[in-house]
């Protein structure tokens, strides 16, 4: 898919258990960022009347886009009616993990809403190290596609995965689905718990659509700049 405007492909993760901090990021952001994801640390977070939904609810109000990262995986029964409860929140996108029972339910859930689903293919904090201790037999780069292969034909809408299985999934899939690469990481950037992580500019010539940063502009010391230069190497970027 294609995004209109570069910096429009920076999703910023309010990563925060405090809705009050999470409001004070957006506040610094100001006009530089169109889009937040809001996950369950935040959702979580905060007193019943003020917590991450809530939050969501005033960004979408002020018309920001709002990716709610919940990656739901239960029982078919759960995911459905969990992803119907979503679908009439009016957010923009919804992660479920890309298992495909839960994929299935979750596109019902969704049916004749706006919203769009996105598979969590594997975690980029996941190594081959990694899935082989969770006693999965595919590594990293067999594993990714296979899933992504089973999102599309249940008629999910993007995928979430690292940058450094975009460009195959990209070739594989073609220009509609949305790509979307978390693990994202400033040259020079600490990983942290990421182990599969990229630039903003190897993302996108990757052929994501969207990134998603959370620690380098929410630890920055100047988050409004860091925002826009990861902005600027998006735009400046063979995609
Ligand atoms: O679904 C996600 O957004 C996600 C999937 C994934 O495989 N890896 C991943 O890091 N994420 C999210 O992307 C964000 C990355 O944060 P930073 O590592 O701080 O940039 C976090 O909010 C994660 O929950």
Request: charged content about 20%.
């Amino acid at each position: 898919m294609s995004v209109s405007k570069p910096s429009d492909r920076l999703i910023v993760a309010l990563d925060f258990s405090d809705v009050a901090q999470a409001r004070a990021l957006v506040a610094a952001l100001g006009d530089s960022v169109s889009f937040y994801k809001i996950g369950m640390e935040l959702a979580y977070g905060g007193s019943s009347a003020d917590n991450g939904f809530a939050l969501a609810d005033e960004l979408a109000a002020k018309g920001k886009k709002i990716f709610l990262d919940l990656k739901l995986h239960d029982i078919p029964n759960t995911v459905q009616r969990a992803t119907a409860q979503i679908a009439r929140r009016g957010v923009d996108f919804l992660t479920v993990h890309a298992f495909p029972q839960t994929m299935a339910a979750a596109k019902a859930g969704a049916a004749g809403s706006h919203l769009k689903l996105l598979a969590v293919t594997v975690l980029t904090s996941y190594d081959d190290d990694d899935l082989a201790a969770a006693g999965y037999r595919f590594p990293v780069r067999d594993l990714v596609p296979h899933r992504a292969q089973q999102a599309v034909a249940l008629g999910i809408d993007g995928l979430v995965a690292a940058a450094s299985e975009a460009a195959e999934l990209r070739r594989a899939l073609g220009p509609e689905i949305i790509l979307v690469t978390p693990g994202i990481r400033p040259a020079g950037g600490a990983a942290g718990d990421q182990k599969r992580v990229a630039t903003p500019a190897a993302a996108i010539a990757a052929g994501a659509d969207y990134l998603v940063v959370g620690r380098p502009i929410t630890e920055a010391a100047d988050p409004r700049a860091a925002a826009e230069a990861i902005q600027h190497e998006i735009a400046t970027a063979r995609g």
